[in-house]
């Protein structure tokens, strides 16, 4: 007896995204968001980011031997390792969708120290990520 052979059903986009960008390889929304990404690996380096970490340091004292340095969160006021902390910026970067953004974006992503701050930032109670997630819910009010 033959198997009955299973027809293979092809779904069709109905509203595809033209790719205009990158030899039609990537639409808008994936081109600036390559432009983005970009942007913040490059204001990692910015000096005012390593002055507000500098400002929020103080030395470890406790029991552990290859940790230097804890740095205090501007919200909740303890103390963490480097590792549990975010530079964060007060007033946020914004979108960048268009090159319309793009000023407004590239000022406020790399502004002086006095512009950012440090939180914590391990786990979802971390201040950094409620932060986060009020500045969201705000954006969609």
């Given at each position: 007896m033959a198997?009955?052979?299973k027809s293979k059903v092809v779904k069709t986009r109905k509203n595809a995204v033209s790719k205009t960008r990158n030899s039609g390889t990537m639409t808008e929304a994936a081109f600036w968001?390559?432009?983005?990404?970009?942007?913040r690996q490059k204001s990692r380096w910015w000096k005012p980011v390593s002055e507000c970490k500098q400002n929020a340091r103080r030395i470890y004292a406790g029991p552990l031997k290859r940790q230097?340095?804890?740095f205090q969160?501007?919200?909740?006021?303890?103390w963490f390792k480097d590792k549990d902390i975010a530079v964060d910026h007060i007033i946020?970067?914004?979108a960048l969708n268009c090159c319309y953004d793009l000023p407004e974006f590239v000022e406020k992503l790399f502004c002086e120290a006095g512009g950012l701050q440090v939180l914590c930032a391990n786990?979802?109670?971390?201040c950094h990520h409620i932060k986060t997630q009020n500045e969201r819910k705000n954006k969609n009010n």
């Open positions: 198997k009955a052979r968001s390559f432009i983005r990404s970009a942007l230097k340095w804890e969160c501007n919200y909740c006021k303890k946020p970067a914004g786990g979802e109670n971390s």
